[in-house]
């Protein structure tokens, strides 16, 4: 009897052992937000010099952290940014990586590496909350009352609730995991970007039921919604439908749900906000807050949400087990669709910035982005000027958790050691992406020549576009206004020949 007890006891305290210790080394591993804006400028946060406007919560993380100043999305609009966050490679790579249509099939290869899926290796939970924008399911065509796929899940997240695209887009409705979420099967959703469908009210037709008038020729006369003309046409899911004013305090509850269920275990999360994109329609609390217009009111809501992130590991004890990544899908725009204020009370507010161009420019403005690493390993208080793209967090996360760089995520690299503010340097060259390519190299940027428009008139945004060569030394001239080109035809040779040999990789 003694004997059987005796077992009994090794038993259980073996078992204990195991959990004691896998506990221990699940402890060990860092818990990851990734919390990335939309269209959310350098010069939008107080910490990179923003004066007519204040964010004291990216502040504290910046000052609990590190702030780099040359971080770069890869691209200068959402999409293609986003493809290059979740695979490791630069979008222009594959064909279909534009700014999708809210009906778009899935861009992402399912049977390849990406970023949860280095996550899921090391056996976190992973979960995205918030936009989308990367397609859904294997053709445009698709049933919107069943459940879709493959979408995030397929991708490596375990839990996803999301929105589809964009704001602007149809269709206007959450999403979790493959279905709609309160969608009525009396009220089926149908979705079309070529023609109009149904009888839905749209900013064409009906202006006099605009709570927010649409810029001329942006696209944002389809299918009203909430009083909001968005881009596409949709009927059907009036039960599903979110509330423009709810929307940013809804991904943030899913998020907080979800940190706080995997407390005990280590977890990826991609917060994928939606401010400061059109259409702007903060919570009623955050109007008129800013004195910059919703735009403003809207950055102003972005900053709360990341200090209710903040306070909420804390309150949890996750804080000095957290890695928190914030940046932004790519440079800002102030006129992006819709008359809500914002060109008129920008006040001298500089989005951008000392940069040049914003949100589909080929100059910094387009690419440089706010970039604040902070907490478990990461320098406190410090600011770098390494080079830095978001292409890198995949092959960077995955030397953080020991394992190989992911051979399918061909363009990132092994930077942790710049991640942690601990390396100086960061990458040696870096490919831009708008209309064009552009690439730098020490500090030495050349951008092709190209036929497109100089100024994109609907946004007065400068493209960076021109027929000659340009060259520009951005340690010198950060605002890129001296073309050096015909001064230094030997620097224009040696990096073009570099962006063919990354072009051919």
């Not at 979800?258 to 005990?264: A, G, L, S, T």
């Not at 999360?269 to 008129?288: D, I, N, Q, Y």
């Not at 009370?345 to 040049?356: I, L, M, V």
């Amino acid at each position: 009897m003694n004997s059987f007890i005796a077992k009994i006891s090794m038993m259980v305290l073996t078992i204990i052992c195991f959990h004691t210790v896998y506990a221990q080394k699940n402890k060990a591993k860092p818990n990851v937000i990734l919390i990335y804006a939309d269209d959310l400028g350098y010069g939008d946060v107080s910490a990179y010099g923003a004066s007519k406007i204040q964010t004291p919560h990216l502040d504290a993380l910046a000052k609990s952290g590190t702030r780099f100043t040359n971080a770069h999305s890869t691209s200068a609009t959402c999409t293609p940014s986003r493809f290059a966050l979740m695979t490791g490679n630069y979008p222009w790579r594959q064909k279909g990586t534009g700014v999708l249509p809210g009906d778009a099939k899935l861009i992402v290869p399912t049977d390849k590496a990406s970023l949860p899926k280095v996550f899921k290796q090391a056996g976190y939970q992973t979960a995205v909350v918030g936009k989308w924008h990367l397609g859904l399911g294997n053709q445009v065509e698709k049933n919107w009352n069943e459940d879709i796929k493959p979408g995030p899940n397929e991708v490596g997240f375990d839990y996803s609730f999301i929105f589809p695209a964009t704001a602007d887009r149809v269709p206007t409705v959450f999403m979790e995991n493959h279905r709609v979420v309160g969608l009525d099967p009396k009220d089926p959703i149908r979705v079309n970007y070529q023609e109009k469908i149904g009888n839905e009210p749209t900013g064409k037709e009906n202006p006099e039921l605009l709570k927010m008038k649409a810029s001329p020729n942006h696209g944002h006369n389809n299918t009203i919604v909430n009083g909001i003309g968005r881009i596409g046409f949709m009927e059907g899911g009036t039960k599903a439908r979110w509330v423009d004013e709810e929307v940013s305090t809804t991904f943030l509850q899913v998020a907080q749900d979800f940190i706080k269920k995997n407390k005990q275990q280590p977890f990826f999360l991609f917060f994928s906000l939606t401010e400061p994109h059109v259409p702007r329609m903060p919570a009623t609390f955050f109007k008129g807050k800013s004195e910059l217009g919703y735009r403003g009111d809207a950055i102003l809501q972005l900053d709360w949400t990341v200090g209710q992130i903040m306070e909420q590991l804390e309150l949890l004890g996750l804080r000095d087990n957290t890695i928190i990544v914030f940046s932004s899908d790519n440079g800002p725009v102030i006129d992006d669709g819709y008359e809500d204020e914002s060109v008129e009370k920008s006040h001298g507010h500089e989005a951008a910035g000392p940069f040049r161009g914003g949100k589909y420019s080929n100059f910094e403005g387009g690419t440089r982005v706010p970039f604040i690493v902070a907490g478990k390993g990461i320098k406190k208080n410090h600011v770098t000027d390494a080079l830095y793209s978001q292409i890198d967090l995949i092959a960077s996360f995955a030397e953080m958790l020991g394992q190989d760089k992911p051979q399918d995520a061909k363009d990132s690299e092994m930077l942790f050691s710049t991640l942690q503010g601990k390396d100086k340097n960061g990458r040696s060259i870096y490919v831009q992406h708008a209309q064009s390519l552009a690439i730098v190299k020490d500090n030495w940027k050349y951008i092709v020549p190209n036929n497109g428009r100089a100024i994109n008139k609907q946004t007065n945004t400068e493209l960076g576009n021109s027929q000659v060569p340009q060259l520009y030394n951005l340690a010198e001239d950060q605002g890129e206004r001296v073309n050096l080109a015909e001064k230094y035809p030997e620097k224009v040779k040696e990096l073009q020949d570099l962006l063919e040999k990354e072009k051919n990789k």
